[in-house]
Structures are given as C-alpha cells and as structure tokens.
C-alpha cells in the first residue's frame, strides 16, 4: 500500500447493526487506517448522527455507539504504540455540534439533482421502497458525509471503491460553495483507496463476512463465542475422511490462517492437508489459536477499557477539544464569507473547558524553566519523534521529547536554541527512553505548534 504522509485525514465509523466490529472489518479497513494514521494528522470520529438514518431506537442506538467506541479504541491501542495513539484525535461526532451547522448551510449551495444521483437514495428505489418512504436523512447523508469532512478541511478520505462517489460528491459540494463565495474555503479532499483492501469472505465461504448473515469471527466475543464461530468455517466440501487429499484454495479456513497464522507453520498445515494427513479440526483449532494470539493485545485493551469508562470520557474528550479547534476555526470562515457574521453579531464560539478548573495554588506547582537544546536528532524507529537533550541549569542536561516531526519539523529547528520547557512532569516511557519533561508550545496555524523563544534569558531560570 502506497501511503501518504504528512496529510491530514478524517475517517468516520457508524454504529450500524449492533455497532461490533468481525476481523473482516479488521482486514477491510481499519488495518489500512491504522498504518494511514502512523503518518498523518488524523481524525476519527464515530459518526453517530449517521446512525439515524436506520436506527430509531434510544437502547439500541445508545448500545451500538458505546459497543463501537470500545471495539474501535481496542483496536487502536492494541495496535498502536502509545504516541501513535495519542497522537489520533479520537472524537464523537454529535459532540462537535458544527458538522449540523455546517451542513445546514452546504444544503443552499447543493443542487437536487447531485443527491438524486447518490448510490444510498438509488439503491432504495431500486429496493421498490417508495420515495415517500425515504427519510430525508438518508437522501441528504452525502450532505452531512460532506460536511463532515468539509468541517476539518481533510485532504485525504480512506474509503472503499462503493463509498468514492460520496467523495466525488464532496468536492462538487466544496467546488459550488468556494465559486459562489468566490473564496476558496473548503479544501477539496482526495478520496484514498488502498489498491490492497482485502474484500473478506464470510466463515460460509460464500458470501460477503457480515453480522447480518451471521458469517463472522468476532474479536472480542467470549472465547467461546470465538471458537464457535471458527469451528463452524467453511472448508473442504468434498473431503469425506480425514485421510482423503484436501484443497486449500477456496478453504476458508486456510484464508484465514494467511492473515494471522506463521507463515512457515501455515505452509506446512497445507501441505499436510493436502496429502489428507491433518484433519479439519486440527486446522481450525490452529485457526482459533492463531486469532486469539494476533488479537490478544486488542482484547486486553478492550477489558481495560470497558472496566475504566472514565479513561474512556477522558479519550473523547480530548479528541473533542481538539477537533473543535478546527471546526471552530472552518465555520468562522464560513459564517464569515455567507454574510451572517455583521456589526450586530455577538454570537461566538465557546470550546467547553474539558475536566476540572484548577486552583492558583495547583497551577503555581507547574514548574517552566528555561533550557537550551545542546542536541537534536531524530528518533531512529519513530516518523514523529524529535529527541532533544536540554540543559536547564542542572548538573546533568535532560533527554525531552517532542513529536513534531510530522509537522515539517526537523532537529535543526531546535539545536543550539533556547525554549520554555515544563520540567516537573512525571518522566514518561518514549521508545526505549524516558522523556524528562516537556517543551512548551502553543496553538498555530492549522493546529501547528509554535515554541516559544527563550533567547537571551538565563538557562535554568524558572517562569514565575
């Protein structure tokens, strides 16, 4: 997969079904997102307003969206270093509440005829649903898709050949509104489609994997549940006996195994299986074992967070607090240039302050000293981190991190330079170092940190 890097990009999940994830999710999508998000600026949101076009439930809607946030963030983590993690804003869309502003305001400049085009509306006629029946949320669902994706000016949008034209349909949108304003507000996104997506077939070997039709190998179901599902894969129809020659091609069972089993242990499975000298269930025992090791880390993610629902608020959190800050920024503009914002405006955006306030005497215990960066390089094995060694006045200089690279830093940008560093925070385990405190940045442009000069004061001095 040829990735791109230093891109910003916006990915949304709807809790559809009952809003779990099957490893055929896994291999399809959130694989290739995972290693997209390793080298981009990254938004996840889980699209629970799209949820309603299909869902009229508050239990069920209300379960999918709570099932779907920790299947997604298991995988996450169980995939993910911890800085990869945290570098992804991880957020919920009704928690922004401009993607509805937003997309009150592409309807004036989206012609009828676009959404009438839209594979979602065209399917259901052809489904022979009336068009009286249609909800108007699932004919305008590309508008919303659109200002989704509008809202943080995206360049890059992972999806599958079957989503593309909703992409398409975005930047027509994007197009309309910056010709009509005669201002170029909206970036115009790229649609991403991995040329390697695997389109996994279900455990029946004959359709599409999908919880509707009951074909999936879950990941984070009951052991039990897992084997199962496993032991109930499709193999070889015409082996009789296990002394009979089988066929790996088609099997199910062995297509499974080429994504999570060894390799060199696969190959010698098949090449038993087809002399008739393993029999199914030995295969399909080695199949349970295989997923149950290549999802161990995820699944011990997954009961950590469902047994820490706070850790979870706080996740969201701050991936609102940070995709706010683009939202807020995109629909200034755009209530700028429609006209709205006058000399009688007085509404303005709040960004809702996450967590507690804190006290003068808790704020005074922060402790900012002056260093200055002696060395820098970048870290070898990471895309983002810069390790800087810094003296602030003690008698040995401090290893600090700073993952910034993808924002076009590089370590010239610090070497031999004075900055304001935070330095009595608990030392935090960073590949095979501990960073020894922090370097003081603030909001820039388009979310890029700019850090703060200390030339020409004493090294070591503390801010009072």
Same mark, same amino acid.
């Given at each position: ?17 009952? $809003? ?30 799209? $949820? ?13 969206? +709570? ?10 983590? $169980? ?21 509805? +502003? ?36 699932? &004919? ?54 991995? +040329? ?29 549940? =897992? ?32 994504? &999570? ?14 002399? $008739? ?31 820490? @629902? ?10 609102? +607090? ?24 007085? &509404? ?51 290893? =600090? ?47 890029? @940190? ?15």
């Amino acid at each position: 997969m040829n990735i791109p890097v230093n891109k910003r990009l916006l990915s949304g999940i709807t809790p559809s079904g009952d $809003g779990s994830l099957h490893i055929g999710n896994y291999l399809g999508a959130v694989r290739q997102f995972i290693e997209l998000a390793k080298s981009n600026e990254t938004y996840l949101m889980v699209a629970d307003l799209h $949820g309603l076009t299909t869902i009229q439930d508050k239990k069920q809607l209300q379960q999918n969206i +709570e099932t779907l946030i920790l299947n997604e963030l298991a995988l996450l983590k $169980g995939f993910m270093t911890d800085d990869e993690f945290n570098n992804i804003i991880f957020f919920r869309q009704s928690d922004v509440p401009m993607h509805t +502003e937003c997309q009150s305001i592409i309807n004036n400049v989206t012609p009828l005829g676009l959404l009438k085009r839209a594979h979602a509306y065209k399917d259901k006629l052809q489904k022979d649903v009336m068009e009286d029946d249609i909800n108007v949320g699932l &004919f305008s669902y590309p508008m919303l898709m659109a200002a989704d994706i509008l809202l943080y000016q995206a360049d890059i949008v992972p999806v599958g050949k079957d989503q593309k034209q909703h992409i398409e349909i975005t930047r027509d949108i994007a197009g309309y509104f910056n010709k009509i304003y005669k201002k170029n507000v909206f970036k115009l996104p790229a649609p991403f489609i991995p +040329e390697e997506v695997a389109v996994v077939m279900g455990t029946d070997g004959q359709r599409k994997m999908s919880k509707s039709l009951g074909n999936v190998i879950a990941m984070f179901e009951s052991e039990e549940v =897992i084997r199962k599902q496993v032991m109930g894969t499709f193999t070889d129809p015409t082996r009789k006996h296990v002394t009979d020659p089988g066929h790996v091609e088609g099997n199910m069972v062995f297509t499974y195994l080429g994504f &999570f089993g060894e390799p060199s242990r696969v190959k010698k499975m098949k090449e038993l299986y087809k002399e $008739g000298k393993v029999s199914d269930v030995k295969v399909k025992e080695y199949l349970y074992e295989s997923v149950m090791t290549y999802f161990g880390p995820a699944r011990r993610a997954y009961d950590e967070l469902k047994n820490n @629902p706070a850790l979870v608020k706080e996740i969201l959190a701050r991936g609102q +607090e940070r995709a706010l800050t683009i939202a807020i920024q995109t629909m200034k503009q755009v209530r700028d240039v429609i006209g709205v914002t006058t000399q009688y405006s007085f &509404f303005d955006y709040q960004k809702p302050v996450s967590g507690k306030t804190i006290s003068i005497d808790e704020f005074a215990r922060v402790e900012l000293r002056v260093g200055k960066v002696q060395e820098a390089k970048n870290k070898e094995g990471s895309d983002k981190l810069i390790r800087l060694v810094v003296d602030i006045g003690e008698e040995n200089p401090r290893i =600090i991190f700073t993952g910034v690279r993808g924002f076009g830093y590089t370590p010239e940008d610090f070497l031999g330079k004075q900055f304001f560093f935070i330095t009595n925070l608990a030392p935090r385990k960073m590949m095979n170092e501990e960073s020894q405190g922090m370097i003081l940045a603030v909001d820039g442009a388009s979310l890029k @940190p700019q850090f703060v000069s200390a030339e020409g004061m004493p090294v070591g001095a503390k801010i009072r």
